[in-house]
């Protein structure tokens, strides 16, 4: 059978910025782009979405007057070739709140909340995009077997424009400077 009949045409040709911009929110939903290639991700679970909702919730609270806090929208990390990565969280400038498309200069922190088959993206791929795109703080959150989520930080050293290791937190998160919250994470 060919590939044509198992996925639209359009997912086995390059996409330019241009292209991309044209789509509409739906069309954007639930895919990235890595090199310009669509890459289609999952609907995510519950398990994978609360973790989100409730790092998003307390980041937005803590942020204050100068940041947002949200969920499910795109990164622009490059024009050409096309790498548009949609965070699990994103804390951004709020005065870019209307700019589209969302830079990695707007962006303070990208959270990655690891599914099974994300393993590898979230750990390795994304990590480095994200600190060559030069975004401050990356943290990922993984699901422990024990029901209570691992969340691991990582600070960008902007010489080397790669992460340093930062804390590792289990049940209650701290976030770091340039504001402040607790959330507990033992429930989700």
């Known amino acids: 059978m060919p590939a044509e009949m198992v996925a639209p045409a359009w997912m086995h040709t390059q996409i330019s910025a241009e292209q991309y911009d044209s789509w509409s929110e739906e069309q954007c939903a639930g895919?990235?782009?890595?090199?310009?290639?669509?890459?289609?991700?999952?609907?995510?679970?519950?398990?994978?979405?609360?973790?989100?909702?409730?790092?998003?919730?307390?980041?937005?609270?803590?942020?204050?007057?100068?940041w947002n806090a949200d969920t499910d929208f795109d990164v622009r990390l490059q024009d050409?070739?096309?790498?548009?990565?949609?965070?699990?969280?994103?804390?951004?400038?709020?005065a870019t709140i209307d700019?589209?498309?969302?830079?990695?200069?707007?962006?303070?922190l990208v959270v990655e909340v690891v599914s099974p088959g994300s393993e590898t993206t979230d750990r390795i791929v994304k990590v480095?995009?994200?600190?060559?795109a030069g975004i401050?703080?990356?943290?990922?959150?993984?699901?422990?077997?024990?029901?209570?989520?691992?969340?691991?930080?990582?600070?960008?050293?902007?010489?080397?424009?790669?992460?340093?290791?930062?804390?590792?937190?289990?049940g209650t998160v701290k976030a770091a400077a340039p504001f402040s919250v607790t959330v507990d994470l033992g429930d989700v």
């Not at 480095?128 to 060559?132: G, L, P, V």
């Open 80 to 94: 050409v070739p096309l790498t548009n990565r949609r965070p699990d969280v994103i804390v951004y400038r709020a």
């Open 128 to 132: 480095d995009q994200y600190a060559k």
């Open 136 to 170: 401050p703080f990356y943290w990922r959150v993984e699901q422990a077997a024990t029901g209570i989520p691992i969340v691991y930080t990582y600070v960008l050293d902007s010489a080397s424009r790669a992460y340093r290791d930062g804390e590792v937190f289990t």
């Open 99 to 108: 700019l589209t498309p969302t830079r990695p200069e707007h962006v303070l």
């Open 31 to 66: 895919i990235e782009i890595m090199d310009g290639m669509v890459v289609v991700s999952p609907s995510a679970s519950k398990r994978h979405n609360r973790p989100a909702r409730v790092l998003a919730n307390a980041l937005d609270a803590a942020a204050g007057p100068d």
